[in-house]
T-cell receptor, first 113, second 114 residues
Framework: AQSVTQLDSHVSVSEGTPVLLRCNYS??????LFWYVQHPNKGLQLLLK??????LVKGINGFEAEFKKSETSFHLTKPSAHMSDAAEYFC???????????FGTGTRLQVFP | DAMVIQNPRYQVTQFGKPVTLSCSQT?????MYWYQQKSSQAPKLLFH???????NEADTPDNFQSRRPNTSFCFLDIRSPGLGDAAMYLC?????????????FGPGTRLTVL
């Protein structure tokens, strides 16, 4: 069975400060892991994905995430937040033997000027 | 650009009046998905097609139906919308099934039920 836990429902940062959104996963198989972002009234956009290649994954808009198997974590980071980063972020897991994505409950990121 | 398109972006219907939401894709992907997303929640999978093979989630209400007449198009029919069906409906595609790959999402249709 697979599951995803996003440890924070809300994160608030000031513009220009680092962002950390935390995600732990559980999977019986080697997982594929994704971070998606959703701006208000929009669809989901893929930020980055891990599929058993490099453990440090770089994505769009300066985001990156590190796959840590020993900690079953896939935390999302960005060195310097921008106002346009304010959105909902979903950590998602999938495996090779399924057609489905398993979503975390989401983390709402607020960025203050 | 290859993409997933949803029409309309906003749909208003009356309680009990059937409504159809549309999704099209230019990615030529085999798999298409429909999700329901309520406010401040994660998307919930309703059903998906692998090519023409329909796969319904066990907890998807009978009120929701889907059609996929060809590779490019997929429709979501809500036969008798209730107030609880007001939500964002997201269409997604994936090139292959069973490989744990990403899905490509459309912009969504926000459904309001009066």
């Amino acid at each position: 069975a697979q599951s995803v836990t996003q440890l924070d429902s809300h994160v608030s940062v000031s513009e220009g400060t680092p962002v950390l959104l935390r995600c732990n996963y559980s999977s019986s198989y080697s997982p594929s892991l994704f971070w998606y972002v959703q701006h208000p009234n929009k669809g989901l956009q893929l930020l980055l994905k891990y599929t058993s290649a490099a453990t440090l994954v770089k994505g769009i808009n300066g985001f990156e995430a590190e796959f840590k198997k020993s900690e079953t974590s896939f935390h999302l980071t960005k060195p310097s937040a921008h106002m346009s980063d304010a959105a909902e972020y979903f950590c998602v897991v999938s495996t090779y033997n399924t057609d489905k994505l398993i979503f975390g409950t989401g983390t709402r990121l607020q960025v203050f000027p | 650009d290859a993409m997933v398109i949803q029409n309309p972006r906003y749909q208003v219907t009356q309680f009990g009046k059937p409504v159809t939401l549309s999704c099209s894709q230019t990615l030529n992907h085999n798999v298409m998905y429909w999700y329901q997303q309520k406010s401040s929640q994660a998307p919930k999978l309703l059903f998906h097609y692998y090519d023409k093979d329909f796969n319904n989630e066990a907890d998807t209400p009978d009120n929701f139906q889907s059609r996929r007449p060809n590779t490019s198009f997929c429709f979501l029919d809500i036969r008798s919308p209730g107030l609880g069906d007001a939500a964002m409906y997201l269409c997604a595609t994936s090139p292959l099934a069973g490989v744990g790959d990403e899905q490509f999402f459309g912009p969504g249709t926000r459904l309001t039920v009066l």
